[in-house]
């Protein structure tokens, strides 16, 4: 029991990470991933929707038919994406100016719709919310880490208007790498976006083989 | 597997958007008045940035007429002090810069001189054209205080107009410069309407 959640934990998080193994949800992580808060922001949102959705859909998992399971999970996400929507646009009003389109879009994140089908569907609840928690912070954990590249890279900071996301206290967390001048703008452009999704995948694919490396051969299985 | 008659799916799929629905309408009315708190409150902070608030002492954002000229839509807010025209807040659109719509608030006073223009919203590059945006410099404020007279030399100093451009990119402020000239032309003309 231990180990299975253990194992949706790190599929979620690294050996199924929906963005940098599965390529799921690229639309909105390249447009996105311009600064660090932006990427949290839309990483969270979309945490948040993959926990709801998985959650709704597992425990009415008896009563959605097979042949209709599709157009009750697309009613079911985008029910549970305009809630959030609506929850920003009240409480988190700057970001969701920011974020803007993206936020009804992750509708349209396929890495949503394929959790439902291929995990939640099936699961019980507990393991659901944990599968969509996981899935959801293996995307985030990508867009940050995409985020903070073409920040630093682009803009020469890191952290900018992170009071979007935590409030007044939050306005002097930004942190200057470098002079504005001298960044690279590329970095901020949609060919930033793709040069640093590449290098990361590039670059969990090295760890991946290291450990491999390091550790005796076990067939994988992915769910 | 059975497959279950289409009645079965039909009524499924019934029942389960009158849940859904039901929930997004109880989140909706639980959420409704703040966003439109936050929809007046940041639209007063952007018309504040085109007019100190010590002028006027109407509510300015419900002060509003919508007037057509030349096939767009112009939105225009009016500040009054005491019931006395001030000024008016105009909001526009230009598609003509580089990369998608650029939306535009452009207040001017009744004594016709423009008080302060400001971009709400564009798409162009960044490091090149966003320089319209006064948080990257100040070219925005070359607006500020300019008489409504002699507008055909309103224009970008490649055009043979008065007004800098920037390095690498002349289309944004071009944009921007014919819009705020088209807007003070439509101004003049519909001055009477938009003081009523």
């Known amino acids: 029991m231990r180990s299975d959640y253990s194992k949706i934990l790190s599929n979620g998080l690294w050996h199924n990470n929906q963005a940098l193994v599965a390529l799921l949800g690229l639309c909105p992580l390249l447009a996105v991933s311009n600064t660090v808060i932006n990427s949290l922001g839309l990483g969270l949102a979309t945490t948040l929707t993959l926990i709801l959705s998985n959650l709704l859909v597992s425990s009415l998992r008896q009563f959605i038919l097979p042949e209709i399971r599709l157009p009750l999970f697309v009613l079911i996400i985008a029910g549970v994406v305009t809630i959030i929507e609506l929850i920003m646009h009240a409480w988190f009003y700057e970001l969701y100016k920011i974020l803007g389109i993206f936020i009804p879009l992750i509708v349209t994140n396929c890495a949503i719709i394929g959790r439902a089908e291929v995990f939640a569907s099936k699961n019980r609840i507990m393991p659901s919310i944990l599968d969509g928690l996981a899935m959801g912070l293996g995307f985030s954990f990508a867009l940050v880490l995409l985020g903070s590249f073409r920040e630093i890279l682009g803009s020469g900071t890191l952290l900018a208007q992170a009071d979007l996301l935590f409030g007044n206290t939050a306005k002097n967390w930004k942190i200057n790498v470098f002079d504005d001048d001298s960044s690279i703008l590329l970095a901020i452009l949609p060919p930033g976006a793709f040069i640093g999704l590449g290098l990361l995948i590039a670059l969990k694919n090295t760890l991946e083989l290291r450990l491999q490396a390091t550790k005796p051969v076990t067939p994988k299985v992915y769910e | ?196």
Request: glycine share 8%; no cysteine.
């Open chain 2, 1 to 196: 597997m059975i497959i279950s008659p289409p009645i079965h799916a039909a009524l499924r799929i019934g029942l389960f958007s009158f849940i859904i629905v039901g929930l997004v309408s109880l989140v909706y009315h639980g959420t409704k008045d703040k966003i439109a708190d936050n929809e007046r409150r940041a639209l007063l902070q952007s018309l504040q940035s085109v007019i100190d608030k010590r002028r006027y002492n109407n509510d300015l954002v419900h002060d509003k007429i919508q007037l057509q000229s030349g096939g767009q839509a112009y939105t225009i807010y009016r500040a009054r002090q005491a019931g006395k025209s001030v000024a008016a807040i105009i909001t526009s659109t230009t598609t003509q810069g580089y990369n998608g719509a650029i939306d535009l608030l452009i207040a001017i006073n009744v004594n016709g001189t423009i008080n302060a223009v400001r971009i709400l919203n564009h798409r162009e590059t960044p490091g090149l054209g966003d320089a319209i945006e006064l948080k990257k410099s100040n070219w925005v404020l070359s607006f500020n205080q300019l008489p409504l007279k002699n507008l055909d030399q309103w224009a970008v100093k490649r055009d043979g107009g008065n007004f800098d451009q920037f390095t690498g990119a002349t289309i944004t402020p071009r944009a921007i410069v014919n819009k705020v000239k088209n807007t003070a032309l439509f101004f003049q003309q519909y001055q009477h309407e938009i003081f009523q």
